[in-house]
C-alpha cells in the first residue's frame, strides 16, 4: 500500500506559525482530493482541510488561520498553520483520496508555552 509522509511538526508556541508538508508515489496525483485530518488527545480524527479542483473547505474551528495548498508537479500538498492556539495540538494526517485511499503516519503538533 502506498503511505504518504508528512513533515514539518513538531512543538511550537501559541500564536506561532507551522508549515505541514506531505507528499507520496501517486500516480496521477492531481485527480486526487488532498486533505489534512488531525486527531487530538481523546477525540475523534477530523477534518481540517481539504483541497480538489473545485476549491477549499476548512473546518471551522481553522478557518482565518490554516491554509491548504497543493503542487501537482510535487506530489506534496502543505498545511500552513497561523495563529496556532493549544487546541490545535494534534497528529496531523495527511489523506490522498480517489479511486485509491492513501494516508500518512501522522505528524505531531503540539502547541504548548
Known amino acids: 500500500q502506498v503511505q504518504l509522509v508528512e513533515s514539518g511538526g513538531g512543538l511550537v508556541q501559541p500564536g506561532g506559525s507551522l508549515r505541514l508538508s506531505c507528499a507520496g508515489p501517486i500516480t496521477f496525483f492531481s485527480r486526487y482530493t488532498m486533505g489534512w485530518y488531525r486527531q487530538a488527545p481523546g477525540k475523534q480524527r477530523e477534518l481540517v482541510a481539504q483541497?480538489?479542483?473545485?476549491?477549499?473547505n476548512y473546518a471551522d474551528s481553522v478557518k482565518g488561520r490554516f491554509t491548504i495548498s497543493r503542487d501537482n508537479a510535487k506530489n506534496t500538498v502543505y498545511l500552513q498553520m497561523n495563529s496556532l492556539k493549544p487546541e490545535d495540538t494534534a497528529v496531523y494526517y495527511c489523506n490522498a483520496k480517489y479511486i485509491y485511499d492513501y494516508w500518512g503516519k501522522g505528524t505531531l503538533v503540539t502547541v504548548s508555552s
Open positions: 483541497i480538489n479542483n473545485g476549491g477549499t
